[in-house]
Each structure stands twice: as C-alpha cells, then as structure tokens.
C-alpha cells in the first residue's frame, strides 16, 4: 500500500504529487522505485521502461549523468486513479553545463496507490548558473 489512494480527491492529489517530488528529489533509485508497481510501464521521452527493476536501473543512469538533481513538481488535473502534473527540474552534466528541463507526466495508478503507468514528455534547455531557481 502506498497512500494516498485512489480515487483521489484535490487533498489527495496534491499529497500523491509532494511525495513524488519529494521522493525524486531523494535521487535514491531503489527508494522511487518502491513508488511503481511490479510491471509498471513508463514512456520518459522516447524511452520505454517496462517494471520496477527496470525503474531503478534507468534512475541510476539518470542520475549518474543529471548531477545536483533538484525538482519542483505542480499538480494540473486528476480523476479517479489518475493524475497529471507540471514539472521542471535543473541539473548539470559532467562538464558543469546547467540545464532545465520542462514537462507534463500522466500517471495512472492501482487501487494500492502505487503507480503502474507514468507517460512523461521532458524538453531540456541549457541554463546558466546563474539562471537556476531551484538550490
């Protein structure tokens, strides 16, 4: 079990999108992984991840080449089990190139709260540092 659960109401909602980004912004694979069902199904970008196991792989090379992750998420709509939000994050990659990416994400879950399907559309543009809101 994974409260909130569905069906969601606007308290739930918001709650279910505060321990999402507070859970990404932990940038502990295994810990966000736990948020997904066993056969979750994802699309990140042109990525498809298909299960939990295969979550926490692609979150280690994620945060293996976005260092200093930091995210701010912002609930749009929900309905009963699903929820769309607002996002961006900033990050740098190894020769210190700031970026932010922006997107919408379209999660679907199970009755035990956690998430089988997540669709994620993500644009990334190069930052200054000196440009970043989020530290």
Same mark, same amino acid.
């Given at each position: 079990?994974?409260?909130?659960?569905?069906?969601?109401?606007?308290?739930?909602?918001?709650?279910?999108?505060?321990a999402?980004?507070?859970?990404?912004?932990?940038?502990?694979?295994?810990?966000?992984?736990?948020?997904?069902?066993?056969?979750?199904?994802?699309?990140?970008?042109d990525?498809?991840?298909?299960?939990?196991a295969?979550?926490?792989?692609?979150?280690?090379?994620?945060?293996d080449r976005?260092l200093?992750?930091?995210?701010?998420?912002?609930?749009?709509?929900?309905?009963?089990?699903?929820?769309?939000?607002?996002?961006?994050? $900033?990050?740098?990659?190894?020769?210190?190139?700031?970026?932010?990416?922006?997107?919408? $994400?379209?999660?679907?879950?199970?009755?035990?709260?956690?998430?089988?399907?997540?669709?994620?559309?993500?644009?990334?543009?190069?930052i200054?540092?000196? $440009?970043?809101?989020?530290?």
């Amino acid at each position: 079990m994974r409260p909130p659960l569905p069906p969601f109401t606007t308290e739930s909602a918001r709650a279910k999108v505060q321990a999402a980004e507070d859970g990404w912004n932990s940038r502990d694979p295994k810990k966000v992984a736990l948020a997904y069902t066993e056969d979750t199904v994802w699309r990140n970008r042109d990525v498809f991840v298909n299960g939990r196991a295969a979550v926490e792989a692609f979150l280690v090379g994620k945060w293996d080449r976005e260092l200093d992750y930091k995210l701010k998420k912002e609930l749009w709509s929900f309905t009963d089990n699903r929820i769309a939000v607002k996002f961006f994050y $900033e990050w740098h990659d190894a020769a210190g190139q700031w970026h932010r990416s922006y997107g919408n $994400e379209l999660w679907e879950f199970a009755a035990d709260g956690l998430m089988q399907r997540r669709e994620a559309s993500i644009n990334d543009a190069p930052i200054q540092a000196s $440009e970043r809101r989020l530290k």
